[in-house]
C-alpha cells in the first residue's frame, strides 16, 4: 500500500515541478536563440535543475553543448565537473576540470574542486 503524501510534501513536490518546468522552459528558449554562451552557463534556472534536483545527466547534455560552442568558458567546464562528479564519473569530472584549469591556472577553487575529485577517484577505486 502507497502510503500518503503529506499536504506539506505535495506543496514541496509541486513547488519542484514547477520550477523545473520554468527552468528547462527558459533553457529551450535559450537554445533555440542559440545563447549557450557564458550568460546560459552559469544560469541559475539551469544550475537548479542540475543542482538542487539532482538532474546530472540534464546537466552534462546542457554544459557540454556549451564547451562544445564555447571551447574557452570556464565556468562552463566547471559545472560540466560537478555534473560528472554527481554522476560519479570521476575520471570525466576530473579531465574536465583539468580543462578548466588550464584555462584559468591561477584559480584556486578550480584546483580545491580538482583535489577534491582526485580524493574521490582513489577512495573509489
Known amino acids: 500500500m502507497m502510503k500518503k503524501k503529506t499536504n506539506q510534501e505535495s ?3 509541486n513547488r519542484s515541478v514547477i520550477a523545473y518546468i520554468i527552468a528547462a522552459s527558459i533553457f529551450l ?3 533555440n536563440f542559440r545563447l549557450l554562451g557564458e550568460q546560459y552557463s552559469s544560469f541559475m534556472g539551469w544550475k537548479y535543475i542540475c543542482g538542487d534536483l539532482k538532474n546530472a545527466k540534464d546537466g552534462v547534455l546542457y554544459y ?3 564547451v562544445h560552442l564555447h571551447p574557452d568558458n570556464i565556468v562552463a567546464y566547471s559545472e560540466l565537473a560537478d555534473c560528472y562528479y554527481r554522476l560519479q564519473k570521476y575520471q ?3 579531465t574536465t ?3 578548466a584549469i588550464a584555462l584559468r591556472p591561477d584559480s584556486q577553487i578550480l ?3 580538482l583535489a577534491h575529485i ?3 577517484l582513489k577512495s573509489a577505486k
Open 29 to 31: 528558449v535559450a537554445i
Open 11 to 13: 506543496a514541496i513536490l
Open 92 to 94: 570525466n569530472a576530473m
Open 111 to 113: 584546483r580545491q574542486k
Open 97 to 99: 576540470c583539468q580543462k
Open 118 to 120: 582526485y580524493a574521490k
Open 64 to 66: 557540454d553543448s556549451v
